[in-house]
């Protein structure tokens, strides 16, 4: 990361998951490739979890949950994450489609937003497992602007199969 003042940085969430070709191997090169987006650090990364598809088909997705501090303003930081997506073959033929890379913003600092591109905090962060286990292992006391406690929302994903690998 260049150099920049640490009022600039903010903490952003970012889901990651995949599960056509080697999901595991994509996931741990996507965290790396996030961190090396311009004024970006990772700053840390869950486990790899498998988990079933939810609300689609194919194979089971291996999903991790990755921090990084950023100076890029949310939309930046989507269109970068979107770059990366593409360099790794993803294809949207349909919603929920089976995909070799999927990167979504859960959380940007503690703005709230919506807009035609991006809502922030993602919408259904709270409904996932795949999404809530891996951000608690990062962050256990992480709060969800206008949501709460995280971990609150834990007792509500517990029949979602999730396993640490």
């Known amino acids: 990361m260049t150099a920049m003042s640490s009022a600039e940085l903010v903490t952003a969430y970012i889901g990651i998951g995949a599960n056509l070709g080697d999901a595991s191997a994509q996931v741990q090169r996507a965290i790396l490739q996030l961190g090396k987006l311009p004024d970006t650090s990772l700053d840390a990364q869950s486990s790899l979890f498998c988990t079933a598809p939810l609300d689609a088909g194919g194979d089971d997705y ?43 913003l859960l959380l940007y600092g503690q703005s709230t937003f919506a807009d035609a591109v991006l809502t922030v905090p993602h919408p259904r962060m709270t409904q996932r497992a795949f999404v809530l286990i891996p951000l608690l292992q990062i962050d256990p006391f992480i709060v969800i602007p206008n949501h709460g406690p995280a971990h609150q929302f834990a007792p509500l994903v517990v029949d979602q199969v999730i396993h640490k690998i």
């Open 62 to 104: 291996i999903n991790a949950v990755a921090r990084v501090k950023t100076c890029l303003s949310a939309h930046a930081l989507l269109q970068g994450m979107q770059q990366i997506e593409q360099d790794f073959g993803r294809e949207r033929p349909y919603p929920n489609a089976p995909r070799t890379l999927d990167l979504d």
